[in-house]
C-alpha cells in the first residue's frame, strides 16, 4: 500500500498564494508520474498539474501561468506552488501518483480562496 502526504493546504486571500507538499514512500523515480487533482464541491476530480518520470509537465488549462509543479529528489516529495489564486480555485487538492496502470491517492488537504 503507497501512503502519500498532502501538506500545506489553508485559507489565504484572492490573490494570494499557497504552496503544497506530497511526501512519497521510497524513490518517487519508482512511479510513472506524480500530480495534483482537485475536487471543488459538486464538481467532478480534475486535473491541476502532472510530473512524469522524463520531466514532462502538464497542467490544467485553469491554472496554467499560475501554478508550479516540481519535484525534490532528495526529499521524495513533489510541490505544487500555487500562485495568483482565486476563489475558484477553492478545492480539496489530492497528490496522486501512478505506477504502470495503478494510481495511488492521498487524503487531500483543503485549499480555500476568500473573495
Known amino acids: 500500500q503507497v501512503q502519500l502526504v498532502e501538506s500545506g493546504g489553508g485559507l489565504v486571500q484572492t490573490g494570494g498564494s499557497l504552496r503544497l507538499s506530497c511526501a512519497a514512500p521510497g524513490n518517487i523515480f519508482s512511479f510513472n508520474a506524480m500530480g495534483w487533482y482537485r475536487q471543488a464541491p459538486g464538481k467532478q476530480r480534475e486535473l491541476v498539474a502532472a510530473?512524469?518520470?522524463?520531466?514532462?509537465?502538464n497542467y490544467g488549462d485553469s491554472v496554467k501561468g499560475r501554478f508550479t509543479i516540481s519535484r525534490d529528489n532528495a526529499k521524495n516529495t513533489v510541490s505544487l506552488q500555487m500562485n495568483s489564486l482565486k476563489p475558484e480555485d477553492t478545492a480539496v487538492y489530492y497528490c496522486n501518483a501512478r505506477r504502470v496502470v495503478m494510481d495511488y491517492w492521498g487524503k487531500g488537504t483543503l485549499v480555500t480562496v476568500s473573495s
Open positions: 510530473l512524469t518520470v522524463g520531466g514532462v509537465t
